[in-house]
């Protein structure tokens, strides 16, 4: 009878440190949902972002063309010249539209993660 009750303590002992790891887990859980939360918000300014640069990038684009179909004489190094600084922005500009689409790939590629996980 002694040996049951020992045992039955044993047991009893045991599912209070499982009820403690799991309020520990649950807590942990609620944490990484919320920074999930956050991180969902920071990739839908990102996305949004990420389209109003392209949009500006489109209107440069057809602001530099135009201002380029005006000019008709291409033997000027002044059109050359400005010509050559506009690609060398346009360049610029994509560049760095690609890398914030870089960085929303990667936030979507965690948030993705945690939510697979």
Do not use: W
């Not at 500009?93 to 945690?114: G, N, R, S, V, Y």
């Amino acid at each position: 009878m002694e040996n049951l009750v020992q045992n039955l303590d044993e047991i009893l002992a045991g599912i209070n440190k499982l009820r403690e790891a799991y309020i520990i887990l649950e807590e942990e859980k609620n944490k990484i949902e919320v920074h999930l939360s956050d991180l969902k918000v920071e990739a839908d300014q990102y996305k949004q972002e990420n389209i109003k640069l392209k949009k500006e990038l489109g209107e440069r684009i057809k602001g530099d063309n135009k201002t380029m179909l005006v000019k008709t004489d291409s033997s000027s190094p002044d059109i050359s010249t400005s010509g050559d600084v506009a690609d060398a922005k346009n360049q610029q500009i994509k560049l760095q539209l690609d890398e914030f689409i870089e960085e929303i790939d990667q936030c979507i590629q965690i948030i993705q993660a945690k939510d697979n996980a």
